[in-house]
């Protein structure tokens, strides 16, 4: 009974991190969402971050899995979405992320000069690097060797909260590119650009990991500026699309509140 009972814990866990990898899988896919900040409000940040530093599979497998599964399931509808209500979404995308800053809002310790600064310096790299969900163009295929370069610019995007992968894709001219691929499911683009994402996810946990073990605050600092920073690529142009910032707002404060 006992060996029963710790295999079915290990599976509720294992389900568990499946279904957290899905809304992590999606946000990757969002210009101006960042799968990072998804899963520090969902509560695994760290222990992603130390998963990937220590190859932990039975963590990373049912994340990926689930993050795959989210990115394939919603690749369609935000094509979709973005065409066919661009100001919504981008209110809806808004609210997301401004809720989203009250997650590494609440992992500062202490208020200093120090984190004032880095706040300052992570918003305004975010700002001037943000590009619009709009400003996506037309493409035709990707070759192998950019796809894998831009999953691992991507892949430092996807696990620092903040920064969107999907946004540096945009910056690249790959997005539109890689949501057709994903929706389509091409290989040809798929595979290195997995490949791209693995490499860079690996080579820079290893710094993630010491930052958070060490720096916690600081990070969580400059962090919030990235977070608050990247909104100016999702910012509506009429104020009536208040129901969709609202939405997204809802949803990850309740979120956050769940994790609590």
Same mark, same amino acid.
């Given at each position: 009974?006992?060996e *029963?009972?710790?295999?079915?814990?290990?599976?509720?866990?294992?389900?568990?991190?499946?279904?957290?990898?899905?809304?992590?899988?999606?946000?990757?896919?969002?210009p101006?969402?960042?799968?990072? @900040?998804?899963?520090?409000?969902?509560?695994?940040?760290?222990?992603?971050v130390?998963?990937?530093?220590?190859?932990?599979?039975?963590?990373?497998?049912?994340?990926?899995?689930?993050?795959?599964a989210?990115?394939l399931? &919603?690749?369609?509808?935000?094509?979709?979405?973005? *065409?066919?209500?661009?100001?919504?979404?981008?209110?809806?995308?808004?609210?997301?992320?401004?809720?989203?800053?009250?997650?590494?809002?609440? *992992?500062?310790k202490?208020?200093?000069?120090?984190?004032?600064g880095? @706040?300052?310096?992570?918003?305004?790299?975010?700002?001037?690097?943000?590009?619009?969900?709009?400003? @996506?163009?037309?493409?035709?295929?990707?070759?192998?060797?950019?796809?894998?370069?831009?999953g691992?610019?991507?892949?430092?995007?996807?696990?620092?909260?903040?920064?969107?992968?999907? @946004?540096?894709?945009?910056?690249?001219?790959?997005?539109?590119?890689?949501?057709?691929?994903?929706?389509?499911?091409?290989? &040809?683009?798929?595979?290195?650009?997995?490949?791209?994402?693995?490499?860079?996810?690996?080579?820079?946990?290893?710094?993630?990991?010491?930052?958070?073990?060490?720096?916690? &605050?600081?990070?969580?600092?400059?962090?919030?500026?990235?977070?608050?920073?990247?909104?100016?690529?999702?910012?509506?142009?009429?104020?009536?699309?208040i129901?969709?910032?609202g939405?997204?707002?809802?949803?990850i404060?309740?979120?956050?509140?769940?994790?609590?």
């Amino acid at each position: 009974m006992e060996e *029963e009972g710790k295999k079915k814990f290990a599976f509720k866990k294992i389900g568990k991190l499946f279904i957290k990898g899905i809304p992590i899988g999606m946000s990757n896919t969002l210009p101006g969402v960042s799968g990072g @900040t998804m899963a520090l409000v969902l509560g695994i940040y760290d222990r992603l971050v130390h998963s990937i530093k220590n190859i932990k599979f039975k963590v990373l497998i049912p994340i990926l899995l689930g993050a795959v599964a989210g990115a394939l399931s &919603s690749a369609k509808l935000i094509t979709f979405v973005l *065409e066919s209500y661009p100001e919504l979404m981008k209110a809806f995308l808004l609210g997301l992320i401004f809720a989203s800053s009250g997650a590494t809002i609440k *992992e500062i310790k202490e208020f200093n000069w120090k984190i004032a600064g880095l @706040t300052v310096v992570g918003f305004a790299i975010a700002y001037f690097y943000s590009v619009g969900v709009n400003s @996506t163009q037309a493409m035709g295929s990707i070759s192998a060797i950019k796809a894998f370069f831009g999953g691992v610019l991507g892949s430092v995007a996807m696990i620092l909260p903040g920064i969107s992968g999907g @946004t540096i894709l945009v910056m690249f001219g790959l997005y539109e590119g890689v949501i057709h691929a994903l929706s389509e499911l091409q290989m &040809s683009v798929l595979l290195p650009l997995g490949l791209g994402v693995g490499v860079g996810l690996l080579s820079f946990s290893w710094l993630l990991s010491y930052l958070l073990d060490n720096y916690r &605050s600081l990070l969580m600092a400059c962090l919030t500026g990235l977070i608050l920073g990247s909104m100016r690529s999702v910012i509506p142009a009429h104020i009536g699309e208040i129901v969709g910032f609202g939405a997204g707002f809802i949803i990850i404060y309740f979120l956050i509140r769940s994790e609590d």
